[in-house]
């Protein structure tokens, strides 16, 4: 008994130590490479750039929508989230205890049957055509 | 037929009062018995091969024939008025001459202000993109394909938060924009961002659905490969033709681009720069050997056909436009197309705007 409880806090822990290099987008995974060079790079955002060579900053924010927002309020109080703008009845966004546990968090809520998806509130360069 | 006209100034009133003989006078009186139709006398009007065509300049710059969208005379008789088009760019010159009283709401991501003013006015893309649109008829300048539309800015960021992006959707949705005109596109659209424009596609303007106009791009890119926002079925994915009425070099590509539109190589499209020495040049108009090329050119060119077409009747739904584009387009180039009118380097063909204008 005492063996499982370390192996979920140890999963629990793992989830949050090291960020994750990836997001859910359209129901794929999608791989993120850290930039380190960057010089848009801050304490507030760190920048990444995906498989398809875009550039993303991810910061403390967070888009979410729901299924359903019965389990949004539980949801909140054990992620520490806060909540900084409801945009429709079922899309949020959250602000999340930190950049570097964005992902993760995001991640996590994206596996929920409840939820619709959910990523960073990802900074993009808007191209002029 | 018996014609009454009555002149105001550039305006003129035309009211119909006998049976029809023109063959666009019996189209027209199925709607309406009486119509605004205006002379188009812009001083540089002949400039803009991508409306119409004149015999002088398209022999001067050797444009194929059908370069221009066949707008024929319909300019005479719709020109957006009554319908509000949102243009979502980097900034508008609100005091260039050729867009008096156009503007009814803007506002900046930045600021959050109404303000909606070039941050760089050397950065012209805003104004430049709105001109093809709005530009008034006003015996100064250019035409706009819709000239009358009432004009609503917003101003994005060159780099911008997905909650931004949904804020300004969320304002044109807020200020009954008819019609969205995007010249921009990030290459890797986010799941809440696409799901504002979906949603906005179908349930906007009361439940007919919003039209929302992407530019396809300028990379020569297959956007199969990409998750652009172009790329999304709910939207009109534009791509550009040049002066030989071809698919331009660099036009994106792909199995959900919708149409092509004029949005020249070698010939720039004329419309409006930035008042003044900033801008493209130190005028307050970019002409046909200017920089202002690209699908970014081409988008607008739509948005304004659609708004003259909503004019037209207000009813149309979503996807009865999508419909109308993908049969009423003109089938160019040396390519084939499919059993469905498609072909990706062009979608459903290049806009002709007789032809929408047929039975709609």
Redesign the interface.
Same mark, same amino acid.
């Given at each position: 008994m005492k063996s499982l409880f370390f192996l979920v806090l140890l999963s629990f822990l793992s989830l949050f130590a090291q960020e994750p290099t990836f997001y859910y987008e359209s129901g794929k995974k999608v791989h993120l490479d850290l930039l380190t060079n960057t010089l848009r790079a801050t304490k507030k955002v760190d920048y990444y750039e995906n498989e398809k060579g875009i550039v993303l900053g991810v910061s403390d924010k967070m888009l979410v929508k729901m299924v359903t927002t019965k389990n949004l309020a539980m949801l909140v109080k054990s992620l520490h989230l806060h909540l900084i703008k409801k945009f429709s009845s079922r899309l949020f966004l959250f602000q999340t205890p930190s950049k570097e546990q964005t992902l993760a968090i995001a991640n996590s809520l994206y596996q929920r049957d409840d939820v619709v998806f959910a990523h960073p509130d990802f900074i993009k360069k808007h191209f002029k055509r | 037929m018996k014609k009454i006209l009555i002149s105001f100034g550039c305006i003129t009133t035309l009211i119909l009062t006998g049976c029809g003989s023109s063959e666009d006078t019996q189209k027209n009186e199925t709607n309406t018995t009486k119509h605004t139709v205006v002379s188009l006398n812009e001083p540089y009007v002949e400039q803009q091969w991508y409306i119409r065509k004149n015999t002088n300049f398209y022999e001067t710059y050797e444009i194929n024939p059908d370069a221009h969208i066949h707008i024929g005379d319909i300019q005479k008789t719709y020109s957006g008025k009554t319908i509000k088009v949102a243009v979502i760019?980097?900034g508008l010159d609100m005091n260039h001459r050729d867009l008096y009283k156009a503007l009814i709401a803007s506002y900046d991501s930045a600021t959050k202000t109404t303000n909606v003013n070039h941050t760089d006015f050397n950065e012209y893309?805003g104004t430049a993109v709105t001109g093809i649109i709005a530009a008034r008829n006003n015996n100064i300048g250019m035409l706009g394909i819709a000239y009358n539309v009432s004009l609503i800015f917003l101003k994005? !960021?060159?780099?911008?938060?997905? *909650?931004e992006?949904?804020e300004l959707f =969320?304002k044109a949705e807020s200020f009954g924009a008819d019609i969205i005109n995007c *010249?921009? #596109?990030? $290459?890797?659209v986010?799941? @809440?961002v !696409?799901?504002?424009i979906v949603d906005l596609s179908k349930h906007g303007r009361n439940g007919k659905g919003t039209l929302i106009v992407f @530019?396809? #791009? =300028?990379d020569d890119y297959n956007l199969d490969? $990409?998750?652009d926002e172009s790329n999304i079925p709910e939207v009109i994915s534009v791509g550009a033709t040049d002066k030989e009425n071809l698919r331009a070099y660099y036009s994106n590509y792909g199995t959900n681009l919708d149409l092509v539109a004029p949005g020249g190589y070698d010939l720039a499209l004329p419309t409006l720069d930035v008042t003044g020495a900033a801008g493209e040049n130190s005028g307050d108009y970019i002409f046909y050997d200017g920089d202002f090329q #690209?699908? *970014?050119a081409a @988008?607008p060119v739509v948005s304004g056909v659609l708004a003259l077409l909503l004019e037209k009747n207000p009813n149309l739904t979503h996807d009865e436009v999508i419909s109308l584009l993908k049969t009423k387009s003109d089938q160019i180039g040396n390519v084939p197309y499919d059993e469905h009118r498609f072909n990706p380097y062009y979608g459903y063909g290049k806009i002709n705007v007789s032809k929408l204008f047929e039975t709609n």
């Open positions: - | 760019d980097n893309h994005y !960021k060159d780099e911008m938060t997905d *909650s992006t949904i =969320n *010249s921009w #596109g990030t $290459y890797d986010s799941d @809440a !696409k799901d504002k @530019a396809s #791009g =300028n490969d $990409y998750n #690209g699908t *970014s @988008a």
